[in-house]
């Protein structure tokens, strides 16, 4: 300040722009410009970002790798020292390590402010980011064996593309969510970087602030690297997105009523039903093609875990005097009577029961699962 003081008074006494610069030892566009300047006010402190005209070719190379460190486990991401050594063998980097550090560290930083703000925003976005889904349940009736059922659908929404798919099942408990998932998950190749449920799925309930997850479902996003998060209640248009899609899946692949006798074998018609609704269609508000977006959302997955979850809930059962056990308060199967008032372990899955000897995990009798499922009659249907 004590030079540019000296300076401004220079030039208020006529001394020429030259002069001053040799007197004060700075240049004549330095002298120039602040004998000029019309605001000398005191200035905020701002952050002097690191500029380096070698490193600007690589950025975009450096956040992809950061990006994808995101859906790998925390032990193999990039460190500092290893993106600079990549940077100098893969691309041919000549800058310095100190400069690459700098980079690194302020990008991370911004990432984690991003998602930061996304999760205090609960997911308000208008924009989602490629991979991120929403879940939600929809319910229809469908033809099982000649008779018309009530059930539920589970609908995963990839909001960047707009591509839903679906799968049924006859109830909405952890099982059949994980269950659901698992098969989206399969059929896509990859996990989801993010999830939004519905405060209404067996997932969990959001109390107050407090989030509560079921015991299978905390498993599951364990076991998968899944990252999730509930809605609000009657917060529907934080999951907009899913919310349309239940009702287009219903409206056109629900009808007319669909008849089949095994829902496993529809639910695998059904995902490539799906993705056959969005074959020639182009994303509202960007003119894009659904099935190229969908291609983005396929390489933001992370990959598939090795094992196969068993979506399955266990519960310990004693048997009565005929062998026989009860579950869901009004289902009944039969362990055998060599099992008459023994304890047993079931496997409740979405779609099947196992009952197991507890000493030596052998599966003992197996059943398809029943459901307290309501059956629409012709005086109860309506219309419209």
């Not at 030079?3 to 006529?14: F, S, V, W």
């Not at 969990?204 to 905390?218: A, C, K």
């Not at 999951?239 to 496993?264: A, I, T």
């Not at 039969?334 to 496997?347: D, I, L, M, N």
């Amino acid at each position: 300040m004590d030079k540019i003081e000296d300076m401004r008074k220079r030039a208020r006494g006529g001394e020429p722009i030259a002069s001053i610069a040799r007197a004060v030892g700075a240049s004549e566009p330095t002298v120039r410009k602040y004998a000029r300047m019309e605001d000398l006010s005191p200035e905020p402190p701002r952050r002097r970002e690191p500029e380096s005209e070698v490193l600007a070719p690589y950025e975009e190379t450096i956040d992809s790798w950061l990006d994808d460190d995101c859906r790998n486990w925390r032990k193999q991401r990039h460190t500092a020292t290893r993106v600079y050594v990549r940077l100098r063998d893969e691309e041919g980097y000549t800058g310095s390590y100190s400069t690459v550090q700098r980079y690194v560290k302020r990008r991370r930083e911004e990432m984690a402010r991003e998602r930061d703000r996304r999760d205090a925003e609960g997911f308000l976005t208008l924009r989602w980011l490629p991979g991120e889904v929403q879940v939600d349940f929809g319910e229809a009736d469908f033809r099982v064996r000649g008779v018309v059922t009530r059930g539920e659908y589970l609908t995963v929404t990839f909001p960047h593309s707009n591509v839903g798919l679906t799968q049924v099942f006859w109830g909405e408990t952890a099982e059949c969510v994980c269950q659901g998932l698992r098969n989206v998950f399969e059929f896509v190749g990859g996990v989801p970087r993010r999830a939004v449920f519905d405060n209404a799925t067996e997932v969990g309930r959001r109390v107050g602030g407090e989030v509560r997850t079921s015991e299978l479902f905390r498993r599951f996003a364990a076991h998968h690297g899944l990252d999730y998060t509930l809605a609000n209640p009657y917060s529907g248009n934080e999951k907009g997105s899913v919310e349309n899609k239940v009702g287009c899946h219903r409206r056109n692949l629900f009808v007319p009523v669909p008849s089949f006798h095994d829902v496993r074998a529809f639910n695998r018609r059904l995902l490539e039903d799906c993705l056959d609704l969005s074959e020639g269609k182009r994303r509202h508000g960007l003119g894009t093609p659904e099935s190229e977006l969908f291609g983005e959302d396929r390489e933001a997955l992370s990959p598939l875990p090795p094992a196969a979850f068993s979506c399955v809930r266990w519960e310990t059962r004693r048997c009565n005097k005929q062998g026989t056990i009860t579950v869901g308060g009004a289902h009944r199967y039969s362990a055998g009577p060599a099992y008459a008032r023994r304890e047993v372990a079931v496997a409740l899955g979405a779609f099947d029961v196992a009952v197991c000897d507890c000493e030596t995990g052998e599966v003992v009798a197996a059943y398809e699962r029943e459901w307290d499922r309501p059956r629409p009659t012709a005086r109860t249907r309506r219309c419209g």
